[in-house]
């Protein structure tokens, strides 16, 4: 379908430059661009415009795109910026637009912005994030990200993602069998700049509704992570996925104390091997009661490798933590093994599994949980 | 014990980029068996937040290294670090620890310059410091390799994730520069259940093993549980035998045991295989 596009852009150079642009970007006719608001509210219907860019930048961003919303009701509204602003966005999408794009942009980029906003892949407005935090390393959660990843996707056909903050050692690109060019250091260093569809491009698909945002490829680019951009990265990627999960390195740092903090739930994990895992998680879990007045609602238990695996044993590690257990995986180790070294998903390996029933126990409890604050 | 060297004692970091490599196990049994050889040890549980030193020997420290920090920032001239040291003794062998933090607040405040005295100053007293840490390049162990005489880098093979962190490990501990001596490759629970051969990971390390333990789940998960030591128990098991082995390396006295680590047998082939696609 050819996009009749209607240009409103504030600054005179920028009209002129955007204009050429839309121009020359393919399948787009551009029908009508103004350099005032009011002229494009009251006479742009005259063109029949399908698809509008807006600066937002001018005006107060909120009330222009209700208006335009009004005064076109069935057209795509893509806002246009010098900034990608996590914040307002979500103000933006429940005014009636569907995108964002940073300005000045190339035919290329405005043609994936287009692509990805015109079919139907708005920007998200409810996120929930969900960082998985262990106190010692080895305790199964890359395994579990992962293959709660797919379950969520394919159990509700929504866009998941999943960052890999695990800086120095992270381990998702292998569970996928990926060789990324675009990895958590390019995005952070982007991270100012980037509209949530270019961000979209640092993630690498792994299924039609999965992608990855895969770790550095060597434990110095550390370094090249700041903490305030890898927040913006996670709040630009809120926008693209209905369910956002976070790797981080284990133990308290800066990386897994600012993701825990920016995170809809924080899931601690650890490995049962009968040895001081249970003290260490009862001495991190007191910590976060410390912080967080809802702890209850904000942390989660998970505990992997349990044997006899069931309700029975849940309970008895509920009981000796003084914490609700949020789930219980059983000891699976040459599934996931394997299903690593090959670069495939437990889950698929073997679907009907312990393993496969105790990720989509858990996957339940979230998508039940999210349904339910989604229609609040 | 505990009497001013002239020279300064060796210190011996074991450092891994995986978790639960045996970092902990191995080197509580390396400051135990250098005891029992006569050595005067000290043993330092640089895994602040979770350290499990004191857990594997079920000490109860009354000072930790959050109460030392504290006394030697105040400069008090006649601090004796060696008295704020926490003992552990089985029959008749006794070593000295230095305990990590209780509190995840106070290790998140220990200090890498003043760990640094710390050890120097340990040096001074003991012939052996024997340094636990966590696996990743921290500031903190970064400092403390550099301090090193000897840096056990230790791996164990159980999924391809944990090789290729190995493998980075290995390259960048290698691209610090130390004396080539310096670093010893150790393979812990050799054969324990993957896919993977020993082989195909020294092809890819383009290293052999220095050293290789044993897989043995039941000894060693004993040994946490009692708080003995492997190489303390009476039970002589195979993993405490090559535990031995391996210090007999170390402090160069004669081989007592026959060394279990067979000569790893790397192909004349490079390592073309699936593990390389890798790090293409
Ligand atoms: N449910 C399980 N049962 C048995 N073994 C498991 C289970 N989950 C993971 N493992 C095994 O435990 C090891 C660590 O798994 P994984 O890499 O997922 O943990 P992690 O917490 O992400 O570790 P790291 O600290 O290295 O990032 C792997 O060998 C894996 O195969
Ligand atoms: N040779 C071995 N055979 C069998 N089990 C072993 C062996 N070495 C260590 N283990 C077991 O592996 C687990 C991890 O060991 P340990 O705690 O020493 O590792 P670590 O490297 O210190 O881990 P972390 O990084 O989490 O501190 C323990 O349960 C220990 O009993
Ligand atoms: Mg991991
Ligand atoms: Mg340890």
Same mark, same amino acid.
């Given at each position: 379908m050819a996009h009749n596009v209607l240009l409103y852009e504030s600054n005179r150079i920028m009209l002129g430059t955007l204009s050429n642009v839309i121009k020359s970007a393919p399948n787009c006719n551009l029908v009508a661009s103004y350099q005032s608001h009011t002229d494009a509210l009251g006479q742009g219907k005259v063109f029949n415009p399908n698809l509008l860019l807006i600066?937002?930048?001018?005006?107060?961003?909120?009330?222009?795109?209700?208006?335009?919303?009004?005064?076109?009701?069935?057209?795509?509204?893509?806002?246009?910026?010098?900034?990608?602003?996590?914040?307002?966005?979500?103000?933006?999408?429940?005014?009636?637009?569907?995108?964002?794009?940073?300005?000045?942009?190339?035919?290329?980029?405005?043609?994936?912005?287009?692509?990805?906003?015109?079919?139907?892949?708005?920007?998200?407005?409810?996120?929930?994030?969900?960082?998985?935090?262990?106190?010692?390393?080895?305790?199964?959660?890359?395994?579990?990200?992962?293959?709660?990843?797919?379950?969520?996707?394919?159990?509700?056909?929504?866009?998941?993602?999943?960052?890999?903050?695990?800086?120095?050692?992270?381990?998702?690109?292998?569970?996928?069998?990926?060789?990324?060019?675009?990895?958590?250091?390019?995005?952070?260093?982007? =991270? +100012?700049?980037?509209?949530?569809?270019?961000?979209?491009?640092?993630?690498?698909?792994?299924? !039609?509704?999965? @992608?990855? *945002?895969?770790?550095t490829r060597n434990p110095s680019l550390i370094d090249r992570v700041a903490i305030k951009d890898f927040e913006t990265v996670v709040n630009s990627a809120r926008s693209l996925f209905k369910y956002l999960l976070i790797d981080v390195p284990a133990g308290f740092n800066p990386t897994s104390i600012s993701a825990a903090e920016i995170a809809d739930v924080t899931y601690l994990v650890a490995?049962?091997?009968?040895?001081?895992?249970?003290?260490?998680?009862?001495?991190?879990?007191?910590?976060?009661?410390?912080?967080?007045?809802?702890?209850?609602?904000?942390?989660?238990?998970?505990?992997?490798?349990?044997?006899?695996?069931?309700?029975?044993?849940?309970?008895?590690?509920?009981?000796?933590?003084?914490?609700?257990?949020?789930?219980?995986?059983?000891?699976?180790?040459?599934?996931?093994?394997?299903? =690593? +070294?090959?670069?495939?998903?437990?889950?698929?390996?073997?679907?009907?599994?312990?393993?496969? !029933?105790?990720? @989509?126990? *858990?996957?339940?409890?979230?998508?039940?949980?999210?349904?339910?604050?989604?229609?609040? | 014990m505990a009497e001013e060297n002239l020279i300064n004692g060796v210190v011996i970091t074991f450092f891994s980029t995986a978790s639960a490599v045996g970092k902990t196990l191995i080197s509580v049994n390396m400051a135990s068996e250098l005891a029992r050889e006569g050595y005067s040890v000290c043993l330092l549980d640089m895994d602040l937040q979770f350290g499990d030193v004191s857990n594997y020997l079920k000490l109860n420290p009354i000072y930790t290294m959050a109460d030392i920090q504290r006394m030697m920032q105040a400069e008090n001239s006649d601090f004796k670090i060696y008295?704020?040291?926490?003992?552990?003794?089985?029959?008749?062998?006794?070593?000295?620890?230095?305990?990590?933090?209780?509190?995840?607040?106070?290790?998140?405040?220990?200090?890498?310059?003043?760990?640094?005295?710390?050890?120097?100053?340990?040096?001074r007293y003991y012939d052996y410091i024997i340094v636990d840490t966590?696996?990743?390049?921290?500031?903190?162990?970064?400092?403390?390799?550099?301090?090193?005489?000897?840096?056990?880098?230790?791996?164990?093979?159980?999924?391809?994730?944990?090789?290729?962190?190995?493998?980075?490990?290995?390259?960048?501990?290698?691209?610090?520069?130390?004396?080539?001596?310096?670093?010893?490759?150790?393979?812990?629970?050799?054969?324990?259940?993957?896919q993977i051969s020993r082989a195909d990971v020294e092809n890819l390390l383009e290293e052999r093993f220095y050293h290789i333990l044993p897989n043995d789940f039941r000894s060693a998960s004993t040994s946490i549980k009692t708080g003995v030591p492997l190489v303390l128990s009476p039970d002589d098991s195979e993993l405490a035998r090559a535990l031995r082995s391996l210090v007999s390396l170390y402090t160069n006295k004669p081989v007592e045991y026959e060394s279990i680590a067979e000569p790893g047998d790397i192909s004349e082939e490079k390592s073309g295989g699936w593990l390389s696609k890798l790090f293409n």
């Open positions: 600066d937002v930048e001018s005006q107060d961003a909120t009330w222009l795109i209700t208006e335009f919303r009004k005064a076109f009701p069935s057209a795509i509204i893509i806002c246009m910026g010098e900034r990608w602003q996590a914040d307002s966005a979500s103000h933006l999408v429940q005014a009636g637009a569907s995108g964002y794009i940073i300005k000045p942009f190339s035919a290329v980029e405005l043609k994936d912005t287009i692509d990805t906003f015109a079919k139907g892949g708005g920007l998200e407005t409810s996120c929930k994030v969900m960082t998985f935090f262990s106190p010692k390393g080895k305790s199964g959660k890359t395994t579990l990200i992962a293959n709660l990843a797919m379950s969520l996707a394919r159990k509700t056909n929504e866009p998941v993602g999943i960052i890999d903050a695990d800086l120095q050692f992270g381990d998702m690109a292998v569970f996928f069998n990926l060789n990324p060019s675009n990895t958590i250091v390019e995005a952070a260093r982007d =991270a +100012d700049f980037l509209a949530p569809v270019s961000l979209q491009s640092f993630f690498v698909p792994v299924t !039609d509704n999965v @992608s990855v *945002l895969c770790g490995m049962n091997n009968d040895g001081f895992e249970k003290q260490h998680i009862r001495k991190a879990i007191s910590l976060f009661e410390e912080d967080w007045p809802d702890v209850k609602d904000r942390l989660k238990v998970v505990f992997t490798r349990v044997e006899p695996y069931g309700a029975e044993k849940s309970s008895e590690l509920e009981n000796q933590l003084g914490f609700p257990m949020e789930g219980i995986l059983p000891n699976e180790y040459m599934l996931v093994s394997k299903a =690593a +070294d090959n670069g495939r998903m437990a889950l698929d390996i073997a679907s009907d599994s312990r393993l496969s !029933d105790a990720i @989509s126990h *858990l996957a339940d409890k979230i998508i039940r949980h999210q349904v339910r604050r989604d229609t609040l | 008295e704020f040291l926490t003992e552990y003794e089985h029959r008749g062998v006794a070593f000295h620890v230095l305990p990590a933090p209780l509190q995840l607040s106070e290790a998140y405040n220990i200090e890498p310059e003043i760990v640094e005295s710390m050890v120097r100053d340990l040096q966590t696996s990743m390049f921290s500031t903190l162990n970064m400092r403390l390799l550099d301090l090193s005489t000897i840096v056990t880098f230790l791996g164990i093979v159980d999924f391809i994730p944990t090789i290729k962190n190995m493998k980075i490990g290995n390259d960048t501990l290698r691209s610090l520069g130390y004396d080539s001596n310096k670093i010893r490759l150790v393979l812990n629970r050799s054969d324990a259940k993957s």
